[in-house]
């Protein structure tokens, strides 16, 4: 063997040998047919919305052949807080997870943070993905993070509004400030609700435990409130309506879970199907599909939910047509 020859050998080998450690694990092309991949799960809280994202993702991978034994899914749920978050992503980074999805927001950016442009981020329901600073846009991401983005219906919403209680004037709006989907969600629907002309007065909760304090305020100078696609509001939803309830005051929220908790109505984008659309994704890019040109999925297509017995407790006397659009397409809760 010519010292040419050896020199190539040892360069080959020498490339080899320094990819694996920069990854930590086998590169794309060395890995074998029997290779489970390992993933990574972060939510940001358990609710019934976020929840159903999480049961979404697992069925959609399973559709790309990824369950069972096929796949090793590292599912963390962070409980709304952001030490956890940190310590939850670098324990996927550690592992060496060969791609992570992240539920809401915050545990979204939190796995960007830590994945620092190197192994594939899916977003699971994101609002405003590009706003966040997460893709440089929804038509092509740019780097390594793609997914769903579950887009509120805010026209639908505020319609709906205007059926469920056609004679208010004060519109109360509450957010979390840390979210920042609910903020982008929040204030959307204050600039189309001044458009219509309600009197929109705004409300902020920094951490689920402001709500009763906030509520209370809120109670006593709307008429309505429209609770956004927000995960601390969503979290709280209960108290909310145990306030809101005492003063009579309907809520609108966003999705369907926040109309089981004590919402009147609304028009729901499916929270299973954004995930399920996500799963689907991180199957793809497990499959050697690019986030960086991978389009952002919106999600918009909603369905009719109305809640009967707040209805009745808040004497209010819903659209016939919007009840059996429920009874037939959506979800009614009795």
Sequence with gaps: MNKRLISTIAIIVGFLAVAFVATGKPT??????????????????????????HRG???GLKTQGYSGKKVK?????AQANQA????????????NADLTLGIATP???????????????ILAGITDPAGSGLVKSAQRPGANITGTSGDSPLEQHLNVIKQVVPKAKKLGIIYTTSDHGGEYN??????????AGYDVHMYTISTTNDMQQVAETMASQVDV?????????ASAMKTLISITNKDNIPVIPAVNTMVKDGGVATISVSQYDIGYQAGIMAGQVLKGKDTATYPVKTITKGDVVVNLK???????KLPANMIKTAETKGEVFK
């Design 225 to 233: 409130v429209y609770a956004p696609q927000d995960n601390g509001v």
């Design 57 to 59: 993702i697992v069925a």
């Design 73 to 77: 899914i590292d599912y963390q749920n």
């Design 186 to 195: 929040a204030k959307k629907m204050a600039q189309l609700a001044k458009t």
């Design 107 to 121: 545990a979204a950016l939190s796995l960007a943070k830590t994945a620092d442009g190197n192994s594939p981020v």
């Design 28 to 53: 794309q092309q060395t890995k074998s047919k029997d290779y489970v991949p390992t993933v990574g799960i972060l939510q940001l809280v358990t609710h019934p919305a976020l929840d159903e994202i």
């Design 310 to 316: 707040q209805a009745k407790l808040l004497g209010l």
């Design 84 to 95: 956890n978050l940190k310590t939850m992503s670098q324990k996927f980074t550690n592992e």
